[in-house]
């Protein structure tokens, strides 16, 4: 092994983003993670033609780089232009009962955003077989917590006339299956080793899963909504760990007759105990959780919430606080909509005039009106509900 | 490598049988078969004690050994004896239009005997997704052909009323794509390449299909026949080449909560080149086809059917025919139901008394009137009547 091998053996070992597990010894470098996986940079130019296209103000997520990279937007947009509507995809693994405040993050942009801004449908795929598999679940409890998780889903605002909820256990079949069929063909073991690292003691339910996440991407797969568009261009909001899903989808797309879908990528939301990866649902003073009460969100913040502020009043005063790594600041990035107080607190609490006590507070009432807001709507979603977005069904008025 | 790994390695190279390939230098060895694969032969005290039970007559692929091997048929049996029915569970990879004898033979000891004589429902499979994967048809192609198959099979005289035939691609979901999560998640990828063989080079879709054909042994992946039953069992009739899909789901069967699959398994009907594999679809002189004419089954008899008869009829009338190679008098035992008559033409021509020409005469007669029959059968199956099979419905009087 020479010097260079050595150093690039470092780094990965330094970083590790897969769909399964996101690791880091230090801060995450999104820089390197672009280059690693090939996507391109969501750069200021492109926010701004997002703004024209739809004149819509950007939404926070994207005005402040929390989706930060993406995969022929460029195209989508140039389609949107001369009037060609597309679809959006995105998904849940439910493997757990309680959301995080970082699972609503594509599910707040692709609500309060994308779907309202474009008017266009969306399908939300549930991976229940997926977590069936990996997590060693029942088939039995896998649904029952797909139908959980749809419902703090819904819970986000979702709009039942343009919105499609489908779990894999209820919906595979048919054109979906046979799109599976498709992609399968295309891809060998040895190229799904190289993208998700699978060994062979590994179970072939993980080798048999790729392609049932890739085929919501072609819109045959869902004939009740998109009969006889099969052009219709795809554009998938997700977090960066998913893109090596995506990057075998968009290989396969031209191969069976259909655009490479789009993709528009988040970074992670961080662990309370700084920024080192994404929040883990095994350890749960790692993460807010929509169902924490205001009281469990101040205690976590208070007592897990890595400060940059100084360990003193007085060298605080002095030095400031290191914003980098200050996770309330991160936190209030993500979730304190006004930019001027934003900028303030930054300013303030960087140079030492604020403490880290009144950042806390802060970011516990703008945490904690979040999650009731939250409770208050998943309080409100039925079953009946749940069957409605459910329903395999047209979506007459999709695109208006 | 030692003597005796080399005389393995010799004997391995020799001898390969898998569900795509079998192939041989010499007659196949079907003791070295049941020996390597680990099941049992079916004996003269199992056909009785089959013919005890039914209180019929063993039907002719019986007595004369053509199924000559078995797994756990005695616990089938056992349970019968109690008065606890099964079901029957069969199938066919469509990739070819035209069906040759070898085809037939499943489908006819499964028609003409089993079913009636046990009074039990059948499920039939045809694996239309398998083909397009492994022969790179399309989809619609691969489902036009099992629509065709489906006819030929239903023309040997299925009963509607007990019989559910279905092709992957418009069955593979719900109930039975639970069951294959559930499979899969039991089998890893080293066990499948030890099973089937894959390399590195396959494609995926290769290696996710092995529970496809697996889990119709399972009653619950057929609600809507089975529901509440899921303690049946399950008989598969069919050739030895599928035991090792068969050797995977028995191993996964307890662990899922299921009875393991019993099986019965046949030997290669020979092509007319002679008894070292079976027919081949790619060489259309290999076989007869259910559609040739009776001049095609005649020049075909006569051309190519390797005899066992001497080089002169000076030198046959002194020696005899060579039995154990002679193709029409192994033809005849599959096919000519008089055991008096086939007993005389073994015994005449294995003395020299009777040519080849006059075998092959007798044979021809024979395979015309099957096919024949066959052709007026076929004819007579609507697409009404193929939809009726395939149906998913329940088969109320099932069990009568």
């Given amino acids: 092994m020479d010097k260079n091998e050595e150093k690039q053996r470092e780094e990965e070992r330094e970083q590790v983003v897969s769909p399964w597990e996101v690791s880091s010894s230090g801060k995450i470098d999104y820089d390197k993670l672009i280059d690693k996986f090939g996507c391109q940079r969501l750069d200021q130019s492109l926010v701004d033609r997002v703004q024209r296209l739809t004149g819509r103000p950007p939404h926070v997520f994207l005005r402040r780089g929390v989706f930060f990279a993406h995969r022929d937007l460029n195209d989508i947009l140039d389609a949107y232009e001369k009037g060609e509507k ?14 995080h405040l970082g699972h609503l993050v594509p599910f707040m942009f692709t609500n309060r955003y994308l779907q309202d801004a474009f008017k266009v449908p969306l399908v939300i795929q549930l991976t229940d077989d997926e977590k069936c598999m990996w997590k060693n679940l029942s088939v039995e409890e896998s649904q029952r917590l797909a139908r959980e998780n749809a419902k703090d889903i819904i819970a986000c605002g979702f709009d039942v006339t343009k919105t499609f909820i489908f ?30 690292g699978f060994t062979g003691e590994d179970h072939i339910g993980k080798v048999s899963f790729p392609p049932v996440q890739a085929v919501p991407s072609f819109p045959s797969s ?94 605080h ?31 303030e609490y960087g140079a ?42 047209p979506l007459p008025n999709m695109f208006d």
Avoid at 91 to 97: I, N
Avoid at 323 to 342: C, R, T
Avoid at 375 to 390: G, H, K, L
């Fill in 167 to 196: 779990s894999d256990f209820d919906y595979v079949g048919g054109a979906f299956y046979k799109n599976m069929v498709k992609v399968a063909k295309c891809v060998t073991y040895n190229k799904v080793v190289g993208i998700f």
């Fill in 222 to 315: 869902f004939p009740h909504l998109f009969s006889g568009k099969d052009h219709l261009r795809c554009l998938i909001p997700c977090a960066i760990d998913q893109d090596p899903y995506f990057r075998m989808t968009r290989d396969v797309a031209p191969r069976i007759g259909y655009h490479k879908p789009a993709l528009i990528e988040s970074s992670f939301f961080p662990a309370l105990q700084g920024e080192t990866g994404k929040m883990s649902a095994s350890d749960p003073n790692s993460a807010i959780y929509v169902t924490d009460s205001a009281k469990a969100i101040k205690n976590k913040i208070n007592k897990y919430a890595f400060s940059g502020g100084q360990e003193s009043v007085e060298l």
């Fill in 317 to 347: 005063r002095k030095l400031g606080a290191n914003l980098e790594v200050d996770i309330p600041v991160k936190y209030l990035s993500f979730f304190l909509e006004d930019d001027a107080e934003l900028e303030h607190i930054k300013k």
């Fill in 86 to 99: 597309f679809y959006l995809y995105t998904g849940r693994g439910p493997s757990s009962e309680a959301l």
């Fill in 352 to 393: 030492g005039g604020m403490l880290t006590g009144e950042v806390k507070q802060r970011l516990a009432k703008v945490l904690t009106e979040l999650v009731e807001r939250h409770q208050v709507a998943r309080a409100a979603v039925t079953d009946e509900m749940v069957d409605a977005f459910m329903a395999v069904r």
